[in-house]
């Protein structure tokens, strides 16, 4: 059995009490150095965002500038700290440490670091500032911090989204608020049995007046399309500032200004509506577009007459009662028939 010795163990936690405590002013002098130098970091940042506040396109250079100095201060102020309290520290074993580990953490922190790269790249080209309305995938709204791993914007109902730095870098990004001047266009259908020219120079003239309405370029009205129950009328219209709200107030105010005038000047806003027609068709007129009523034009030739449904229902029904009547006579007369039969085999 081995005897413990508990004086020699005594005197190891009190060397141990001892080196502490002999170190003990080292460690809070490392700490007061690092507390100033962290604090120092963090002026500089303040200092860099306010120097480069003043210049507009430079705000989120000056983002990017102050949180690289912030996080160059701390990891001085790491290395001033390890070295007051542990004076057999070098930092160029830090440095061979890093170096050896640099592989694993590159795999480890692939994703955290391609996004660090990319929020550099985002704040050093300025694609969009703080403040744009932007549209990424299915997310739009506006942009209220760029940091180095992903972004944060506000969508107009009141959300916040975080998207990474990587997928704004890579995907396609539309900036809405770019340019000082926004293009908005809404498709209007009239009927077929109006005039075109007129209805475009309604809408102009209503929509000029609008105080909302960009007076330079000039409002305009375009036929786009022949759809199947109306003819397609694009309205366009620029606005400025072209935020979203703008958008929304002008396009409510276009769409009423242009419904009031139209209803003032007899212009139809058709219903989806189908046209039936009724033609007969034999070999004789089969290819013939002439000799039908197909809604083919006829130009200078001969058409058919307009028929209507009155007058097809009507011949349908004639149709109908001249067959029961043949059907009528015929069944009558094969009855008599019958009879005379009967009568001949009586008498026989």
Request: overall charge positive; some cysteine; aromatic content about 6%.
């Amino acid at each position: 059995m081995v005897d413990f010795n508990w004086s020699e163990a005594t005197k190891g936690v009190e060397g141990m009490v001892n080196s502490f405590v002999s170190r003990l002013p080292y460690l809070l002098l490392g700490l007061i150095a690092f507390l100033i130098i962290y604090y120092l970091g963090k002026v500089v940042r303040r200092l860099i965002q306010k120097i480069t506040r003043r210049h507009e396109h430079h705000k989120n250079v000056g983002v990017l500038l102050g949180r690289l100095a912030q996080g160059a201060t701390v990891a001085m102020a790491l290395l001033v700290a390890a070295v007051i309290a542990i004076p057999s520290f070098q930092p160029g074993q830090l440095v061979q440490l890093l170096g050896i580990g640099s592989v694993a953490i590159g795999f480890a922190f692939r994703d955290i670091l391609q996004n660090f790269l990319a929020g550099i790249l985002l704040l050093l080209t300025q694609p969009f500032r703080l403040g744009d309305q932007i549209k990424v995938n299915d997310f739009e709204g506006t942009v209220e911090d760029i940091q180095t791993r992903a972004t944060s914007i506000r969508t107009y109902d009141g959300r916040r989204i975080i998207i990474p730095n990587s997928d704004l870098f890579t995907d396609a990004v539309t900036v809405n608020t770019a340019f000082d001047k926004r293009r908005v266009s809404y498709d209007v259908g009239i009927g077929y049995g109006d005039d075109p020219e007129r209805a475009k120079q309604v809408i102009v003239e209503a929509i000029r007046g609008l105080p909302e309405v960009l007076k330079e370029p000039p409002p305009e009205a375009l036929v786009v399309e022949l759809a199947a129950s109306a003819v397609m009328i694009r309205v366009r219209w620029w606005i400025c500032p072209p935020n979203r709200r703008e958008l929304v107030d002008t396009r409510d105010k276009v769409l009423l200004a242009i419904k009031t005038a139209f209803g003032k000047a007899g212009i139809d806003l058709p219903y989806p509506t189908q046209q039936i027609l009724f033609h007969d068709q034999t070999e004789e007129t089969d290819g013939n577009r002439k000799a039908q009523r197909e809604g083919w034009a006829v130009g200078n030739g001969s058409a058919p007459r307009r028929g209507n449904l009155a007058s097809a229902l009507h011949r349908l029904a004639d149709l109908q009662e001249s067959g029961l009547k043949k059907r009528s006579e015929d069944s009558c007369g094969r009855e008599g028939s019958r009879d005379d039969v009967e009568r001949m085999d009586g008498k026989n």
